[in-house]
T-cell receptor
Framework: EPEVTQTPSHQVTQMGQEVILRCVPI?????FYWYRQILGQKVEFLVS????????KSEIFDDQFSVERPDGSNFTLKIRSTKLEDSAMYFC?????????????FGPGTRLLVL | AQTVTQSQPEMSVQEAETVTLSCTYD???????LFWYKQPPSRQMILVIR??????QNATENRFSVNFQKAAKSFSLKISDSQLGDTAMYFC????????????FGAGTRLTVKP
């Protein structure tokens, strides 16, 4: 069964460094998302992406964040100048097109720790 | 704005018994989707069940079923014949109709299945 994959599974970085989180969505999906979950808290929406552009973003998704689909398979989240409060689990999700396909499938997550 | 409330932070159930997890939501939309996701200790987000609001029939997936009460804006999850592997956090989530909409999550219910 097709699944969303994410790399790395864990990332430790120093405050102020840049990190890139990578995702490979399900191959025939066209809608892509990033969410984050701070330890012990609920899952929060960051950004949605369709047709090579951002569709919607939350107030969390400020100028420090960017997303890109550099090729036909990868979907990346870049965090510039990481802060301690960026430590969280980051989930990528993808969604198929059309009626009956409105379900987001999540990847296994990247656990980011900023020191 | 849509909000999702899970009023039970923790629950426990004996193996082979039945347990029901509660979820309520608030929306002005008439058409939408509701989901239950399971998050085991690995922290992966696994889709358990999906309900389309315009369908009156409650969704079922093997041992998992929902009680969807649209007028009451209630969406509870029933787990029958609980198994040790069901131990996890369970998140209720709301998504507006059509593709490319962010999901809103509840705070989660931590379920422990006891042998």
């Amino acid at each position: 069964e097709p699944e969303v994959t994410q790399t790395p599974s864990h990332q430790v970085t120093q405050m102020g460094q840049e990190v890139i989180l990578r995702c490979v969505p399900i191959s025939n999906h066209l809608y892509f998302y990033w969410y984050r979950q701070i330890l012990g808290q609920k899952v929060e929406f960051l950004v949605s992406f369709y047709n090579n552009e951002i569709s919607e973003k939350s107030e969390i998704f400020d100028d420090q964040f960017s997303v890109e689909r550099p090729d036909g398979s990868n979907f990346t989240l870049k965090i510039r100048s990481t802060k301690l409060e960026d430590s969280a689990m980051y989930f990528c999700a993808s969604e198929g097109v059309g009626t009956g396909q409105e379900t987001q499938y999540f990847g296994p997550g990247t656990r980011l720790l900023v020191l | 704005a849509q909000t999702v409330t899970q009023s039970q932070p923790e629950m426990s159930v004996q193996e082979a018994e039945t347990v029901t997890l509660s979820c309520t939501y608030d929306t002005s939309e008439s058409n939408y989707y509701l989901f239950w996701y399971k998050q085991p200790p690995s922290r992966q987000m696994i889709l358990v069940i999906r309900q389309e609001a315009y369908k009156q029939q409650n969704a079922t997936e093997n041992r998992f079923s929902v009680n969807f009460q649209k007028a009451a804006k209630s969406f509870s999850l029933k787990i029958s014949d609980s198994q040790l592997g069901d131990t996890a956090m369970y998140f209720c989530a709301f998504m507006k109709h059509h593709n490319n909409n962010d999901m809103r999550f509840g705070a989660g219910t931590r379920l422990t299945v006891k042998p």
